[in-house]
């Protein structure tokens, strides 16, 4: 089945505390991206990458990183994690038209930060 | 600059009621892709329908059908004969050239509840 998938759904943790968010996509998509989703901001892109060992900031990097070394897995890193950052976190996946394409979207991973 | 406005923030329906949400968009690109996704409760994003800009012939599947008009700068979902399994947030993307083609310009979301 073709999918997106997040790990972990759910996370919460402590301010500070590194951590990873993982992201891997079977379909063979070039393309995938990171958002946040919060209440009264809507869906903000946080980074991108055009492939791999290509990535870039979206409009809300501050705070996370990101690396592409397999075409499949785009994993997001929190490295010191603060509060703000408590979030819905989705990861998508689209073919290598950028987001011209479709982009399909991973369950979500809903991340508290204390 | 691109923008995605959905001035519905909630509708609330009774099931077999045919209900539209309104997307207007602004761009300056010639070329650009419109989208409709939909977030159920349980909070995952799903793709309904792309259209690109050229594309002006609207487009039905099955209860759903989207009518975009460029002349309003329009992208108009609707469900007919709604069904409580319709209950959901749904958001209406933008993605062109203005953008870099590397992100969606995502509304604000229309939730929609649809009544027994």
């Known amino acids: 089945e073709a999918q997106v998938t997040q790990n972990p759904r759910y996370l919460i943790t402590v301010t500070g505390k590194k951590l990873t968010v993982t992201c891997s996509q079977n379909?063979?998509?070039?393309?995938m991206s990171w958002y946040r989703q919060d209440p009264g901001l809507g869906l903000r892109q946080i980074y991108y990458?055009?492939?791999?060992?290509?990535?870039d900031k979206g409009d809300v990097p501050e705070g996370y990183k990101v690396s592409r070394k397999e075409k499949r897995n785009f994993p997001l890193i929190l490295e010191s994690p603060s509060p703000n950052q408590t979030s819905l976190y989705f990861c998508?996946?689209?073919?290598?038209?950028?987001?011209?394409?479709?982009?399909?979207f991973g369950p979500g991973t809903r991340l508290t930060v204390l | 600059a691109q923008k995605v406005t959905q001035a519905q923030t909630e509708i609330s329906v009774v099931e077999k009621e045919d209900v539209t949400l309104d997307c207007v968009y602004e761009t300056r690109d010639t070329t650009y892709y419109l989208f409709w996704y939909k977030q159920p409760p349980s909070g995952e994003l799903v793709f309904l329908i792309r259209r690109n800009s050229f594309d002006e012939q609207n487009e039905i599947s099955g209860r759903y059908s989207w009518n975009f008009q460029k002349s309003t700068s329009s992208f108009n979902f609707t469900i007919t004969a709604s069904q409580v399994v319709d209950s959901a947030v749904y958001f209406c993307a933008l993605s062109g050239v203005s953008g870099g083609y590397n992100k969606l310009i995502f509304g604000a979301g229309t939730r929609l509840a649809v009544h027994p």
């Open positions: 990458s055009m492939n791999v060992e290509v990535t």
């Open positions: 379909m063979n998509h070039e393309y």
């Open positions: 998508a996946s689209g073919k290598g038209g950028g987001s011209t394409d479709t982009q399909y």
